[in-house]
């Protein structure tokens, strides 16, 4: 019963002290930052902040934020996990992917020849490119494979040849 207590009295003073603390940075707002351009941004940023801050404070008064930091450490060591295990097949594969793009080798409407299969590029996505190939079939290449394999670009689509030459 006297942790209770205690703990409520501790939140009452908390509160109090945010309360005082709210008034001060809002005086300080209305007067002092108002003048700045874009000081509703800045404002927000600091409500959030104060009320993050009282959140922290009373969960803390109360031990639950220890729970909480244990609760968010164990799902930060399953994310790390997790990311080492995806890292490989996915995101070599979006940096290959965006490396395309801005690259612009090879674009939409190609026709390239990779692993010794010819296509006509159809998609180029983040992590994929999709290809049409010569029998109708439908080639699907990850995007790290350009960066690791050789491949031949056969044909440019209509007009893509001339501002290729032009860059070099």
Partial sequence: MEVWVSNTINTLIALFAFAIAL???RTLIRTELRMLRGYQKLAT???SI???ILGLTLLNIWGVLSLLISFAAA???IGVIFGFAIME???SNAIAGVSLIFDKLIEVGCTIKIDGTKGKIIQISLTSTRLAT???KLMIVPNKSFRERPYLILEFP???EQKTRRRR
């Fill in 158 to 160: 209509r007009g893509e």
């Fill in 45 to 47: 940023i600091f409500y």
């Fill in 75 to 77: 799902l930060g060591i």
């Fill in 89 to 91: 097949v996915w995101l």
């Fill in 23 to 25: 008034y001060a940075l």
């Fill in 50 to 52: 104060a009320f993050l």
């Fill in 134 to 136: 010569d029998d109708g």
